[in-house]
């Protein structure tokens, strides 16, 4: 956001910024519920914002970075197509100017169904069905592994490392420095893998 500096008891004499990006950070909330379709959803949430340094200084510029995740392409070409115009709009009528860019950075992660119940099916044998769940709602999570399934049939699998001692719904996330992890289920890890990799061969099939 490029407005024009001065000096904080005169803020008249300038054309600040820093109000224009909290009034953006509230509007692409508003964008979310009012513009986007409730059964195909997104998440944005706003993690780095930026300005001056000096306390008595209106900046020159200021600035903010979010995270957007959507579950179709449909809602990544809405975004695309509807929060530049949107923040550029709001920024002139400040009497400021506006760099936008929205970067995909991973496309939708869909995994096909024929392998997501034939993973299913191998992991429930060969661990029992209390040790493998399916989730009831998608993840807004972003993953590369969405590049492969673009190319080939697979359905993606977390691994829970949850310590035996913890309680998976109060453990931090793995982005967390607190993050703790149970070395012990890569044992399990490696013999899934391996299940797969004979069902996908053919190994075992009558």
Do not use: K
Request: aromatic letters at 6%; charged letters at 20%; one cysteine or more.
């Amino acid at each position: 956001m490029h407005g024009r500096g001065g000096h904080g008891s005169r803020p008249q004499q300038a054309v600040d910024p820093v109000p224009v990006v909290a009034e953006l950070v509230l509007a692409l909330q508003a964008w979310v519920t009012r513009r986007v379709d409730v059964f195909d959803p997104v998440v944005l949430s706003v993690t780095t914002l930026y300005a001056g340094e000096i306390t008595n200084v209106i900046p020159e510029e200021a600035g903010f970075a979010a995270t957007l995740r959507t579950l179709s392409e449909a809602s990544i070409a809405q975004a695309q197509a509807e929060l530049p115009p949107l923040i550029e709009r709001i920024a002139a009528a400040h009497g400021c100017t506006v760099d936008v860019e929205v970067i995909v950075g991973y496309p939708v992660t869909v995994n096909t169904a024929p392998e997501t119940a034939a993973a299913t099916e191998v992991l429930r044998t060969t661990f029992g069905d209390d040790r493998v769940e399916e989730l009831d709602v998608p993840w807004m999570a972003s993953e590369d592994f969405s590049f492969v399934l673009r190319e080939v049939p697979g359905t993606f699998l977390f691994l829970c490392a949850t310590p035996p001692h913890v309680d998976p719904d109060d453990i931090p996330m793995n982005h967390s420095p607190h993050a703790q992890f149970d070395d012990a289920v890569l044992g399990d890890q490696a013999a899934a893998l391996a299940a797969l990799a004979w069902r996908h061969v053919g190994v075992g099939d009558a």
